[in-house]
Structure formats: structure tokens, C-alpha cells
């Protein structure tokens, strides 16, 4: 899929990558989503199908406390709190604990609850805000929020699908 350009690619990008990822999750079996089966976002470890959701829903959700930071007139804070953008593991590792003890439901609800808001969210900003001028650093608000959406769905969808072929 093309990286989007304009809000309209964006919106479809989010849905259609979302709507199949949900689909492969939809095949994984309940007593497997616990189970460490899929590399891990830190070279040399491995997660499982529950964790590659808190680190979804951990991402979606800090794309919204950005746009929140800004509307409130705070300082940014990228990529999170203590985080520096070389230590993207750690912050994986956060999202992990974050969400250890929900149940597969619910953090199935949440991804969903997390995308709806980006979804409301980009529906509130123009063309102009999304990709007329660079957000963060040289690229736009509509490219930081594909690169902690679509493309993450994307291939948070490859890792499922190429473990679901080995069972």
C-alpha cells in the first residue's frame, strides 16, 4: 500500500490495514494469544499475539496523547515520557506491562476504541494541517500518524499471518 498523502488516503489506509489485521486476529486461537510465539519488538526476544496488541493500542494511544499535548498548549514529548527516540524497545517493553493482565477481549476493544479516536481525530484537522507543512521535524502530522498506525497494522498483520502459517 502507498504511503498516504492527503486525508482521504490516510482515513482508507487506517481501515483497510486495520480490517484485515483484525481479521487475522480474529483466526488466532484463545489459549495461543499468551503465548511468547513472535519476535519481539528487541532484537533476540519474543512475544505473544496479546503483546503485539498492548504495543498497537500502546502507539495509537500515544499518537492521541500527542495531539491532546499540543491542543493543550503543552510541550511535546517525543516519543514519550523518559523515552528517547533510540529507545524504542524500552518503550515496547512498557506497553507490554501496561496491558499484562487484559483480558485478548479487551484489548481487542481497546485497539478498536484507539483507532476510532485517531480515526475522529484526523476528521477534525484539514488537508492543509494534515499534510500542507511538517508537524515533527520534517515530516507531516498525516505521516507521524500513518507511521504509528497503518504501518504498524501492516506489520503487526505479517508477523500473525506468517505464524498462523505454522500452525
Same mark, same amino acid.
Do not use: C
Given at each position: ?12 489506509a ?5 480490517t ?7 483466526? /488466532?486461537? /484463545? ?15 519474543? /512475544? ?8 498497537? /493500542?500502546g ?11 499540543r491542543?493543550a498548549g ?10 528517547a ?5 524500552l ?29 475522529e481525530?484526523?476528521?477534525?484537522y484539514?488537508?492543509?494541517?494534515l ?14 500518524i ?15 499471518r506468517?505464524w498462523?502459517?505454522?500452525?
Amino acid at each position: 500500500m502507498a504511503v498516504p498523502a492527503s486525508q482521504e488516503e490516510l482515513l482508507a489506509a487506517i481501515e483497510t490495514t486495520f480490517t484485515r489485521l483484525s481479521e487475522d486476529l480474529d483466526r /488466532i486461537p /484463545i489459549d495461543a494469544v499468551r503465548m511468547p510465539v513472535l519476535d519481539g519488538h528487541v532484537t533476540g526476544t519474543t /512475544i505473544s499475539p496479546a503483546d503485539l496488541l498492548a504495543y498497537l /493500542i500502546g502507539w495509537n494511544q500515544q499518537v492521541l496523547t500527542w495531539h491532546r499535548r499540543r491542543a493543550a498548549g503543552l510541550p511535546d514529548e517525543f516519543p514519550a515520557p523518559g523515552i528517547a527516540w533510540n529507545e524504542l524497545g524500552l518503550l515496547a517493553q512498557r506497553y507490554y506491562a501496561e496491558h499484562r493482565d487484559d483480558s485478548w477481549e479487551r484489548l481487542r476493544a481497546q485497539l478498536v476504541e484507539a483507532k476510532t479516536r485517531i480515526v475522529e481525530l484526523i476528521g477534525g484537522y484539514s488537508e492543509e494541517e494534515l499534510y500542507g507543512a511538517p508537524w515533527y521535524g520534517k515530516w507531516t502530522m498525516g505521516r507521524m500518524i500513518s507511521l504509528n498506525t497503518s504501518s504498524p497494522y501492516t506489520n503487526a498483520r505479517g508477523r500473525i499471518r506468517a505464524w498462523l502459517r505454522t500452525l
